[in-house]
């Protein structure tokens, strides 16, 4: 089971931190699985845009969010962050967090690599 939150409202050049709880896994569920987080807007496709592959700790980031973005695990692995920095408008979506299987190497944010799913949280960056 995957819990988001964290998401409410802030201003263009804000700053939220999402938290993704995981819960109801194996307790060496780092050695095999990813953890993504991703986005979506009205009428348009789950984008995604940041994993960290708890097994090797290696991340990944959307182009458009890398330098404002940054993805974290705790030490268990059951809780994994997103801390968004100098939000903007076009930032604005709810966001989901999931998990995958671990491939061996790093993590993708491939929406078809992720099998379960949390509910989302919103964000909405506006002056």
């Known amino acids: 089971q995957l819990q988001a939150s964290g998401g409410g409202g802030v201003q263009p050049g804000g700053s939220l931190r999402l938290s993704c709880a995981v819960s109801?896994?194996?307790?060496?569920?780092?050695?095999?699985?990813?953890v993504a987080w991703f986005r979506q807007t009205p009428g348009k496709e789950r984008d995604g845009v940041s994993c960290v592959s708890l097994a090797d700790g290696l991340t990944y980031y959307k182009d458009s969010v890398n330098g404002r973005f940054s993805i974290s695990k705790d030490s268990t692995g059951n809780t994994v962050y997103l801390q968004m920095d100098n939000l903007k408008p076009e930032d604005t979506a709810v966001y989901y967090c999931a998990t995958g299987q671990y491939s061996g190497y790093g993590c993708t944010i491939r929406s078809y690599e992720y099998r379960y799913w949390g509910q989302g949280t919103l964000v909405t960056v506006s002056s």
């Open positions: 109801g896994y194996p307790s060496n569920y780092q050695n095999y699985y990813n």
